[in-house]
Structure formats: C-alpha cells, structure tokens
C-alpha cells in the first residue's frame, strides 16, 4: 500500500481483485495471500483491511446494497408500491449481474454447515436490506402493515434471489418477471387495506 492511497481505494481494489481471482479459480479456492499476490501488496496489508475471505465477501455485498438507494426516478412517488419496490430491488440484482456466479458462490460459502458463525450475521444483514427496500421504495407504514411488508418483501427477495442465481436469460429478464409477479400482493396491501 502507497502512503498516499485513500483507505476506501484500497479496499475497493482488494475486492476488485478478490472477484477477479474467484471468477476464475471460484470463490471456495480463493486464498487472501493470492488476492495479496494479486494486488502487488504484503498479505499483512489485506488482513489489516479484511480478516479473512468472508469479510471481503460482506465488502462486495455492500456495494449493492449501496446501490439501492439512488435518486429516484421523476413520478417514482407516485408509482404503485410493488412498481417501486421492483425498481429498487433490481438494482441490488444489477449490482451484483456482473458477477453473478461468483456472488452465489459467495452465498452458499456462508451456507456451510460448518459456518454458523456466519449464518446469524446473514439474517442481519437481510433484515438491514429489507429496511433499505422500504426506504428507498418509500414504504412508510407502521405497526402491523409494516410487520407484513417486512415479513412478505423477505420472502420475496429469498426466492428472487433463488431465481435469480439460474437465470440466463439476457438481462434478466426472467428474473424481473419473477419478482413483479411476486409483488402484487404489495399493491393491494397499500391500497386496500392497512393494516391495523
């Protein structure tokens, strides 16, 4: 590491080069000291920027997760709420598209029966994207409603997510019919009938 390079150029070009690796060697291969090799650094310069593999994995996810909150689009407001939360959810999709395989790999690395340690920062990290979904699709209801969009939007991103992971089709485009589809229980929801 150079004395001048910014903390967050570091980090970025250490997950950039962890992806690159694991697109060819897949994730479960991937090794912080070839990651180091990689990047032209000392191992001691990634581990003081990432403990261990799974943490460069939390790194990338967190760019799409970053990603969901853009500006909104004219007239989003007034767009249905399954129409918003689509918009939304897609972008965390799209952030990761490029690297599809390579984040599933990731996913299922957390899965391991031998990573409980992983599994209860996972259902964290799923309820703080599910809570960026209802921000940034301006969800804004309470009590019970809310319990409900909470509850149901999970369940939707799991099995999108599911979808999403065998879909080939250019752009994704299963994978956007899939998750309207699965939204349309939102609309009637917020329109019909709040919950109380």
Known sequence: MTDREDPQSLRDRIVDAAIDLAEQEG???LRLRKVAERCGMALTDVLSEFRDIDAVANAWFERALAAMPQ??????????????VHGVMMR???????????????????????????WVPMVFNLSRLIHWVREAAML????????????????????TLREWLRDG???????????????????CLTREGRLR
């Open 27 to 29: 994730w479960e291969d």
């Open 71 to 84: 500006a909104p689009d004219p007239g989003f407001a007034g767009r249905p709420a399954g129409e918003r």
């Open 92 to 118: 965390w999709f799209d952030a990761n598209a490029t690297h599809r395989r390579v984040t599933g790999e990731m996913i299922r690395t957390k899965l391991y029966a031998s990573h409980p340690h992983h």
């Open 140 to 159: 804004d209801a309470g009590g019970r409603q809310r319990q409900a969009e909470e509850i149901g939007l999970t369940l939707v991103f799991l099995r």
């Open 169 to 187: 089709t250019p752009g994704h485009e299963h994978t956007r019919r899939y998750l309207a589809r699965r939204l349309v229980w939102l609309n």
